[in-house]
């Protein structure tokens, strides 16, 4: 069991950055592999980025390049820096702990979420 809490979402004019924060209770944070997903309204929720309990990361295709995953065990928090933001990048953005050992992409994977943060990029 862990909690997640979600922080850093706010409004970023396309073009700029933004970095989200998830932090993670419990004493069994380096377990699990840590993923971030977004949500836009009316839009199904979709894997952004993932990392293992070993720092291998996986990205989506949309936001390779762009955005980064990491995660400081000794502060049990997970990253997300967010760069050269677009329009589509508006979302909720949830973090989510997987007890399985490899990154993965589905929500069904992540039994553990936290509450989001709306992440806001104008056109």
């Known amino acids: 069991q862990v909690q997640l809490v979600e922080s850093g979402g706010g409004l970023v004019q396309a073009g700029g950055s933004l970095r989200l924060s998830c932090a993670a209770s419990g004493r069994t944070f380096t377990s699990y592999t840590m993923g971030w997903f977004r949500q836009a309204p009316g839009k199904e929720r979709e894997f952004v980025a993932s990392?293992?309990?070993?720092?291998?990361?996986y990205s989506a295709p949309s936001v390779k390049g762009r955005f980064t995953i990491s995660r400081d065990d000794a502060k049990n928090t997970m990253y997300l820096q967010m760069n050269s933001l677009k329009p589509e990048d508006t979302a909720v953005y949830y973090c989510?702990?997987?007890?399985?050992?490899?990154?993965?992409?589905?929500?069904?994977?992540?039994?553990?979420w936290g509450q989001g943060t709306q992440v806001t990029v104008p056109s």
């Open positions: 989510a702990a997987s007890s399985l050992g490899r990154t993965t992409t589905i929500t069904i994977d992540y039994p553990y």
């Open positions: 990392i293992n309990r070993s720092g291998y990361t």
